[in-house]
């Protein structure tokens, strides 16, 4: 698992330990995350499947993606799609994604880096592996995170932001055990590189076998986590959790994760994001690729994409469904099209 890594963690700055009258949130449920897929057929875990979303709050979609080893011609993405009225946010683990929409956002995003695209009031986009890929084969694994936005700012004009796996926040845990990438908002003052709409923290923790990840928390965001690999426990209470498995936390202002001792040799370590943000408490009208406040926001969301107001395929895209490509390998042809 690439991401971001160090030589020496014990160069990082460090997080402080909470205090201890600091209450530790506790865990109010472990769910699993079922399998299927997405887009053109990559596989997918749904992570915030069988939540409340009023749990989830300010978030409303989460996949992991992957981890697979493809074979040439096998790798997929999604063909062009609408999105309207929230934030989605591609972070690639391992492998590499290539991104367009019709707001000129855009570019290619491999290990440890993370696209970050407000839809705003709509755009279409395509999310594909870059040619190379397809035709080769290779490894590839991330998440997708969908953030809502708060009524106010649904129709705001769409915007893109590129965040190079360099920019992350790099952080040791107070005793070294763990390595944490701050991706976006912040941890214990230190801040990561995402600029968000909504409120929220968005981290990638690596534990070491046997270590504790013990760090302060906003009272006023929710908490969640979610296993990418490996094994471990979570809360004062040592919940055992697994990968694909998400935590939802109660209140208080410290998180516990802890890494068994033994890890699968696949899994060396526990591998964990942990997601915060401060709840909006709207309604939430959700369907397909919009996320609106009601039933007839969602009407004309569809109307506006059916009249092509949310944009136009260019007719010279620079990414290409990843299907087309295959399509053309099995045909003996030279997919011969660039992307980003």
Do not use: C
């Not at 201890?20 to 109010?28: C, D, H, K, M, Y």
């Not at 609408?82 to 934030?87: L, S, V, Y």
């Not at 426990?233 to 994760?257: H, K, S, T």
Request: glycine share 12%; net charge negative; proline share 8%.
């Amino acid at each position: 698992m690439p991401a971001v890594t160090v030589d020496n963690i014990l160069t990082l700055p460090r997080v402080s330990q909470p205090l201890p009258e600091t209450l530790s949130r506790p865990v109010l449920s472990v769910t699993t995350a079922p399998q299927g897929h997405e887009g053109e057929g990559f596989p997918v875990r749904r992570a915030f499947a069988g939540v409340d979303m009023a749990r989830l709050d300010p978030f409303i979609h989460m996949d992991q993606m992957g981890e697979v080893e493809y074979a040439p011609g096998e790798a997929r993405g999604t063909s062009w799609h609408p999105h309207r009225g929230f934030e989605t946010v591609t972070y690639i683990i391992d492998g590499t994604f290539a991104h367009e929409d019709t707001h000129g956002g855009g570019g290619l995003i491999t290990n440890g880096d993370t696209q970050w695209m407000t839809a705003g009031s709509g755009l279409l986009h395509i999310e594909a592996p870059p040619e190379e890929l397809v035709v080769s084969g290779g490894v590839f694994h991330g998440l997708q995170l969908w953030v809502n936005l708060p009524s106010h700012q649904k129709m705001t004009d769409p915007k893109y932001q590129d965040i190079r796996s360099g920019e992350v926040g790099l952080l040791s845990s107070h005793d070294g055990g763990a390595l944490i990438r701050v991706i976006a908002g912040e941890l214990d003052g230190h801040q990561g590189p995402g600029i968000t709409t909504t409120p929220i923290s968005m981290i990638h923790t690596t534990i070491a076998p046997g270590a504790r990840l013990h760090v302060p928390w906003r009272e006023d965001f929710n908490s969640l986590a979610y296993v990418l690999s490996g094994r471990g426990v979570v809360g004062p209470e040592r919940r055992p959790v697994r990968e694909g498995q998400l935590v939802d936390f109660g209140a208080g202002g410290a998180l516990e994760i802890a890494a068994d001792d033994q890890q699968d040799s696949r899994s060396p370590s526990l591998e964990v994001v942990l997601l915060g943000g401060r709840p909006i408490r709207e309604p939430v009208a959700a369907y397909g690729p919009f996320v609106m406040n009601s039933r007839a926001e969602l009407v004309t969301a569809f109307e506006d994409f059916q009249a092509g107001r949310l944009g136009v395929i260019p007719r010279t895209p620079r990414v290409r469904p990843a299907l087309e490509i295959a399509e053309a390998m099995a045909k003996g042809g030279h997919p011969g099209h660039d992307v980003l």
